[in-house]
C-alpha cells in the first residue's frame, strides 16, 4: 500500500458507545499481517503536488482528521480529552466528554456538560456539608458552614498521591465512611432534642426498637413497617450517595491534577496561617478541625463504653446494707403505708422557669394548703437525675438502686444482679406488701420481679375502659382511684409498699385529662368526652411555645391528683414519696444542662419528718432554690439510714 492511499475514514462514534476502544486504533502497535508489502524504510519526501502521507501505515486517522471530527461533533479519544486537560493517562475515565447513557452525551453536549458540572458540584457541597455540619441542630447557623476544614485538604492530597485503582477504592471507602459518620450525626441531633446528649454507640441501639414501638403506638403497625422502610431506604441511600461523591471528586482531582495539587498546597497553607493565627468570622474559627475531633470523640465514647461494664460491675458489690439483718431494716417505717410515687418529667424547669412558674407555684400552693387541712406536712428537696428528656426507667433504676444507672446496658446489668433495691429491702422485712402501679407498662416486663413487687398492676390490670391520651394509657386520677380500690382500700390488710408511676404528664402532652369529681371516674369510659375536648398533638409540636404550655398544664393535673387523693385516701399511716424522674425534653427546658427534679416526703405522724430533720429539706412540697441539691443514687442508703435503727 502506498503512501498514497487513502486515509481509513473513522468509525462511527455510536458504536463506541460503551467506550470501549477502537480495534483500528489498538492494531496500530501490532505486527502487519496482511500480504502488503511494508511502507518504505525512508519515506519519501512529499512535494508541493503530493500531500504528506497521514500515517505510517494508512491504517489510522492522523492529527487533521481528529480534529475535524472534533468539529464536526465526533467524540474525541478519552486520551486526547486527558492530554488537553493536562491529566495522567489515570484519568480517562473521569472524562465528562465520553459516550454514555447509549450517546445521549453525544447528541447533547451542552445540556451533558451542565449535568456533569451540576453533579459535580453537588458532590462537592455533599462531603462539605458533612465535614462541616454540627451534630447539634442549636449550633447549625450560616457561620458554621463558612468554615476551612482540614479534613478536606488532607483528604485531596491523599487522593491526588495514590494511583488510579488504589485512589477509586479509598474515594469510595472514605465516601462510606463520610456517610456513617453523617447518619451518626443526625442520630446525635436527634437524641440531643429528647435526651440532651448524643447517640451512644455501644448502648443505645435497643432504644430504636422503643422509638419503633412508639411509631406503631403512634401510627399503627402498617405506619411503623412504612417509616422504618424509609428510614432504611434514607440510609443506604447516604451511604450510596456519599460514596459516589467522593469517587467523582477524585476523578476529577485526577483529571485535573496539575491545577488540583497546586490548590491543594495553596488551600494548606491558608489553613495553617489561619489556624496559626486563629481567624475567626463572625465569631466562628475559619481553619477548623471539627470532623476529626468529632470522631475522636465518638471513638473515646466508644472505648469508655466498653470500659464501663466492669466499672459498674465492681459498684454493684458495695452495698452498705446487703449483711443488715431483716428485722433492723426500715424499723423507722413499720406499721406505715409508703408509697414511693414518680410524676413523668416533672423537672425543675417546672417551678423555676419564669413562663411556668408562676401556674405550678399556685398549684403547689394549693396542694400544701390541700395537705395541711388533711393534717399533713411535707419537706422538699432536690435530686439530680442520670437522665434528662426520656429514660424514666433508668432514673426509676437509679432511685431504688441507690446505683448511677446512666445507660441501658448498666440497666441489664442491674435488673439481672441481686443487688437489693429500696423497693426489694421493704419485702426483705416481710413486715410489708409490695405492689406497682404501673400504667405505663403495656407488655411484659420481666424486669419487674427484679425490683421486688409482690404484685403489679400494668394499664390492662387497672380497670380502665377510656381512651389513651396519646402516649398515656391511663390518666393519673383513675391510676390512684384504681390503687386505692384495689390495694389501700382492703380492710384487715398487711401495710403497703406501693410504686406508683404517674404517667399523664408523659410526653407529647396532648391531649391531657383534667380534674373531674373522684365519684365519676367510674371505669373511665368518661375520659372519652374528656380526651375529645383536648388539644391535637399534631397542631401543639407546632408552636414551642403551645408545648411549653400544655407541659405546664400536664405537670399540674399530675400534682392536683396527688394531692387530692392523699387529702381524699390519706391517714396516720400515710407516708408519701414523690418526685420526678427527669426534666422534660431541650424544647421544653430551652436545653439547659440542670437535671435537677423535685422530691417531697408528705407524713401525717411528725416523727417520720423527724427523721430527716437534719437534711435541710424545704418545708412544704415545693423546694426551695437553695434547698440541698443531691445525686439520685445517694437517695437510697440516705432513706434507709434515716428510717434504720440509728436513725432519728
Not at 160 to 176: D, F, H, K, Q
Not at 228 to 239: E, F, G, N, S, T
Not at 356 to 361: F, H, L, S
Request: charge should be neutral; glycine fraction near 8%.
Amino acid at each position: 500500500m502506498s503512501h498514497l492511499t487513502p486515509p481509513r475514514q473513522l468509525p462511527d462514534t455510536d458504536a463506541d458507545a460503551d467506550g470501549s476502544p477502537d480495534p483500528e486504533v489498538t492494531a496500530k502497535d501490532e505486527p502487519r499481517k496482511d500480504s502488503e508489502p511494508a511502507a518504505e524504510p525512508t519515506p519519501k519526501t512529499p512535494t508541493a503536488a503530493e500531500p504528506a502521507p497521514e500515517t505510517a501505515t494508512g491504517d489510522e486517522p492522523g492529527p487533521e482528521q481528529k480534529g475535524t471530527a472534533a468539529r464536526d461533533g465526533a467524540e474525541p479519544e478519552p486520551q486526547g480529552t486527558a492530554a488537553r486537560d493536562g491529566a495522567g493517562p489515570d484519568a480517562q475515565d473521569a472524562s465528562p466528554d465520553r459516550p454514555g447513557w447509549f450517546g445521549w452525551r453525544r447528541r447533547f453536549p451542552r445540556t451533558a456538560r451542565g449535568v456533569w458540572l451540576g453533579t459535580t458540584a453537588l458532590a462537592a457541597v455533599l462531603v462539605f456539608v458533612v465535614l462541616l455540619v454540627p451534630n447539634r441542630l442549636d449550633y447549625i447557623t450560616v457561620q458554621s458552614f463558612l468554615r476551612l476544614p482540614v479534613e478536606g485538604i488532607f483528604l485531596a492530597a491523599v487522593l491526588l498521591a495514590l494511583p488510579s485503582r488504589a485512589r477509586r477504592i479509598t474515594a469510595a471507602a472514605l465516601g462510606v465512611l463520610l456517610g456513617l459518620s453523617a447518619v451518626l450525626k443526625c442520630l446525635d441531633m436527634g437524641f440531643r432534642q429528647t435526651l440532651a446528649r448524643p447517640f451512644d454507640l455501644v448502648f443505645d441501639w435497643v432504644l430504636l426498637s422503643d422509638a419503633a414501638d412508639f411509631l406503631k403506638d403512634s401510627l399503627g403497625r402498617t405506619g411503623e413497617i412504612l417509616a422504618v422502610i424509609a428510614v432504611i431506604a434514607l440510609v443506604v441511600a447516604v451511604l450510596v450517595l456519599s460514596a459516589l461523591a467522593t469517587v467523582r471528586l477524585a476523578n476529577v482531582l485526577a483529571r485535573h491534577r496539575p491545577v488540583a495539587v497546586r490548590s491543594t498546597l495553596v488551600l494548606g497553607v491558608v489553613w495553617i496561617i489561619c489556624f496559626t493565627l486563629g481567624v475567626q468570622f463572625g465569631g466562628v474559627t475559619v481553619a477548623t478541625k471539627g470532623y476529626a475531633q468529632y470522631l475522636s470523640n465518638r471513638v473515646q465514647y466508644v472505648r469508655d463504653g466498653l470500659g464501663d461494664a466492669e466499672v459498674f460491675k465492681k459498684q454493684l458489690t458495695v452495698d452498705a446494707f446487703a449483711k443488715t439483718p431483716s428485722d433492723q431494716l426500715l424499723t423507722g417505717l413499720r406499721g406505715k403505708d409508703v408509697m414511693l410515687t414518680f410524676i413523668e418529667s416533672y423537672g425543675r424547669v417546672a417551678i423555676d422557669d419564669p413562663t411556668m412558674g408562676p401556674e405550678v407555684d399556685a398549684t403547689l400552693k394549693a396542694g400544701d394548703a390541700r395537705l395541711k387541712a388533711a393534717g399533713f406536712s411535707a419537706r422538699s428537696g432536690w435530686l439530680r437525675s442520670p437522665v434528662t428528656g426520656a429514660g424514666s426507667w433508668l432514673a426509676h433504676s437509679t432511685f431504688l438502686s441507690g446505683l448511677w444507672v446512666k445507660n441501658q446496658q448498666r440497666y441489664r446489668t442491674l435488673t439481672t444482679s441481686d443487688r437489693a433495691t429500696l423497693t426489694s429491702y421493704f419485702q426483705k422485712t416481710g413486715a410489708w406488701r409490695t405492689v406497682g402501679i404501673v400504667p405505663g407498662v403495656r407488655k411484659a416486663w420481666p424486669e419487674g420481679k427484679y425490683f421486688g413487687l409482690d404484685h403489679i398492676y400494668d394499664s390492662t390490670h387497672l380497670g380502665y375502659q377510656g381512651p389513651y391520651f396519646s402516649w398515656t394509657p391511663v390518666p393519673d386520677q383513675f391510676s390512684l382511684e384504681a390503687f386505692q380500690k384495689l390495694e389501700h382500700g382492703k380492710k384487715n390488710r398487711d401495710p403497703l409498699m406501693a410504686e406508683i408511676i404517674l404517667a399523664s404528664s408523659h410526653n407529647p402532652w396532648s391531649p391531657i385529662a383534667h380534674m373531674i369529681d373522684w365519684n365519676d371516674l367510674g371505669d373511665g369510659k368518661v375520659f372519652y368526652k374528656i380526651k375529645k375536648e383536648g388539644t391535637d398533638p399534631t397542631e401543639v409540636w407546632k408552636s414551642a411555645k403551645r408545648v411549653r404550655t400544655e407541659y405546664r398544664k400536664a405537670i399540674q393535673y399530675s400534682l392536683d391528683s396527688l394531692t387530692q387523693w392523699v387529702q381524699r385516701y390519706g391517714d396516720d399511716k400515710t407516708v408519701l414519696v414523690f418526685l420526678g424522674d427527669h426534666q422534660p425534653v431541650p424544647t421544653v427546658t430551652g436545653g439547659t444542662s440542670n437535671r435537677d427534679v423535685p422530691v417531697t416526703v408528705v407524713a401525717r405522724d411528725p416523727k417520720v419528718l423527724k427523721r430527716i430533720s437534719d437534711w435541710g429539706w424545704t418545708e412544704g412540697i415545693k423546694p426551695a432554690d437553695n434547698a440541698p441539691e443531691w445525686s439520685m443514687n445517694t437517695f437510697r442508703d440516705r432513706f434507709m439510714t434515716a428510717y434504720g435503727p440509728q436513725g432519728g
